[in-house]
T-cell receptor, first 114, second 115 residues
Framework: KAGVTQTPRYLIKTRGQQVTLSCSPI?????VSWYQQTPGQGLQFLFE???????NKGNFPGRFSGRQFSNSRSEMNVSTLELGDSALYLC?????????????FGDGTRLSIL | DQQVKQNSPSLSVQEGRISILNCDYT??????FLWYKKYPAEGPTFLIS?????DKNEDGRFTVFLNKSAKHLSLHIVPSQPGDSAVYFC??????????????FGKGTKLSVIP
């Protein structure tokens, strides 16, 4: 069974640009969550989508946005990139999200801002 | 304010011995707890979880213990193997409402198993 797939694996951007990251969940999983991992802050929740609707959002500025498509694939967009946005962005999927269900992670997209 | 804390950044254990990783939480709304293992350049891999209605859950060499009154959980790995060397993250969530759709992570403990 294929796992969570994130593309691209690595990305280099400059300040002020915008970026779109993609995530394909495990087949049959309908909940997709996004996390940011940095050395200082650890893993922090960005947002969660189910049936194309955002159900929960973490404490990040509006420059961070996402969406989910009818096939459960999800994208995350960051606009007006700042140096502090350099991080590993992880996507996780679960069957329906919430409750007693583990989330399964992809290998992430490493974003570097110059 | 850190709601999930892993106070030991690193731990070294001899192969074959027991590894004990600890985690404390402060949010009383948390009632589902998970452990993940992470190798460099890979995403976290789900290991084991426990619901607050239990105090122990076992899966092979891995056992998670939950002490709700102390808001403390631990992961025991017996026997430890060199392949267990990785960063271990403790995570928690609620099981109802918006809080059930996100995981709150500790900052991780790097386990080194020495052959």
């Amino acid at each position: 069974k294929a796992g969570v797939t994130q593309t691209p694996r690595y990305l280099i951007k400059t300040r002020g640009q915008q970026v779109t990251l993609s995530c394909s969940p495990i087949s049959g999983h309908r909940s997709v969550s996004w996390y940011q991992q940095t050395p200082g802050q650890g893993l922090q929740f960005l947002f969660e989508y189910f049936s194309e609707t955002q159900r929960n959002k973490g404490n990040f500025p509006g420059r961070f946005s996402g969406r989910q498509f009818s096939n459960s694939r999800s994208e995350m967009n960051v606009s007006t990139l700042e140096l502090g946005d350099s991080a590993l962005y992880l996507c996780a999927s679960s069957l329906i999200g919430g409750g007693n269900q583990p989330q399964h992670f992809g290998d992430g997209t490493r974003l570097s801002i110059l | 304010d850190q709601q999930v804390k892993q106070n030991s950044p690193s731990l070294s254990v001899q192969e074959g011995r027991i590894s004990i990783l600890n985690c404390d939480y402060t949010n009383s709304m948390f009632d589902y707890f998970l452990w993940y293992k992470k190798y460099p350049a890979e995403g976290p891999t789900f290991l084991i979880s426990i619901s607050s209605i239990k105090d122990k859950n076992e899966d092979g060499r891995f056992t998670v213990f939950l002490n709700k009154s102390a808001k403390h959980l631990s992961l025991h790995i017996v026997p430890s193997q060199p392949g267990d060397s990785a960063v271990y993250f403790c995570a928690a969530s609620g099981t109802s409402g918006a809080g059930s759709y996100q995981l709150t992570f500790g900052k991780g403990t790097k386990l080194s198993v020495i052959p």
